[in-house]
């Protein structure tokens, strides 16, 4: 369901900075694939989602369409948008959606529901669309994901990962677009995820309460001002909120132009085979965080400490785990990796360099 309650400014939030760049990078690359939050109670999860929420870009859609279609890519309509005779189709600009699903929500709530009794009797398909129809090109959000079904949550990160929400009941197909940013939290007191589908996140952010006395003062501070007057307080953090929120579009903006050299791959794959994960969906997600962070610093060029932030990331809930036991990404072993190869890598980045000169 959309979020219009009041909502506390992203750039307010004391400390937790992995957790907000973490964001920040799936807001500027939504090919991340998301971002699992993992922490103990009041560490400010859900308030740092819905406070990104308020500083995403408004989208432009065709008015009237119950998938938030973008009128300029007309590969990525819906069925009806591209069924229709209207010429040019009408836009209306909005808000990006950010969507809430509720751990008691069934799957035809999520995917949407077929009338299978209408299509028999009349011969036409009738859909009702659900949540993943109302989150294209948004945010959805999913509090306690841990405690999700896991069917549902397979389906979420299958719609995630493809674009693409597809409803079959007896024999009756319907698809629609469904790209959107994944965010989970979850509490792991409370219960695992299986690996299966911790790996399917992105990014994943383990976040604990403040520790340092300061800290712990101003987060209480922060929060007595707002519940005081939250108009005033928003009011107070809007120029800071202003220039995150440009920030963010000039990153979108700059992504497209980062440069990605072989060097670049062979360190990302030294990391992961280094560091032991299985498959390559590490590698990947690591090239798209280093491309996303490259952008958020204003640079068209990756840097190691683009790869190391992008390891820090990605890694941690990749790493293969005995049972029972615990992991933890080794922060000096990813230091060490990078030293390793540091020598060839400004090597070749300083050749690519001077070849682009001389070709000017």
Not at 102 to 128: C, K, M, N, W, Y
Not at 314 to 337: C, K, M, W, Y
Request: with cysteine.
């Amino acid at each position: 369901m959309p979020i219009f309650r009041s909502v506390f400014p992203f750039s307010a939030l004391v400390g937790q900075e992995r957790l907000k760049r973490a964001l920040l990078l799936n807001a500027v690359n939504p090919r991340i694939g998301g971002v699992l939050i993992q922490g103990e109670k009041g560490t400010a999860k859900s308030t740092a989602v819905r406070g990104l929420a308020r500083l995403l870009p408004p989208i432009t859609v065709v008015a009237g369409c119950p998938y938030n279609c973008q009128p300029d890519q007309p590969c990525g309509l819906c069925s009806v948008c591209k069924a229709s005779s209207t010429a040019a189709l009408p836009t209306l600009t909005r808000p990006m959606p950010l969507v809430e699903l509720p751990v008691s929500a069934v799957e035809d709530r999520v995917v949407g529901a077929l009338d299978l009794e209408h299509a028999i009797t009349e011969g036409q398909r009738r859909f009702e669309p659900g949540l993943l129809a109302q989150v294209n090109r948004g945010l959805l959000y999913v509090d306690e994901i841990n405690l999700l079904d896991d069917h549902l949550v397979d389906i979420l990160l299958d719609a995630a990962a493809m674009g693409v929400n597809t409803v079959e009941r007896e024999g009756i197909s319907v698809s629609h677009p469904a790209r959107f940013i994944l965010v989970g939290t979850m509490n792991p007191e409370e219960g695992e995820l299986r690996p299966q589908l911790l790996d399917r996140f992105g990014l994943a952010v383990e976040i604990r309460g403040l520790t340092d006395l300061e800290s712990r003062i101003a987060v209480i501070e922060q929060r007595m001002a707002y519940e005081a007057d939250p108009e005033q307080f928003r009011a107070q953090w809007e120029t800071k909120e202003h220039l995150l929120a440009e920030q963010l579009v000039a990153a979108k903006a700059l992504l497209p132009k980062v440069q990605i050299e072989r060097a670049a791959l062979a360190v990302i794959a030294h990391l992961a085979i280094e560091i032991g994960v299985d498959g390559h969906r590490a590698d990947l997600t690591m090239l798209e965080t280093a491309r996303a962070n490259a952008a958020w610093r204003g640079s068209t060029s990756l840097e190691l400490e683009d790869f190391r932030l992008a390891a820090e990331l990605a890694l941690p809930h990749r790493i293969r785990r005995q049972p029972f036991g615990s992991v933890q990404l080794d922060e000096a072993g990813i230091n060490t990796i990078l030293a390793r190869h540091a020598q060839a890598f400004e090597r070749a980045t300083e050749g690519q360099v001077e070849s682009e000169k001389k070709k000017c």
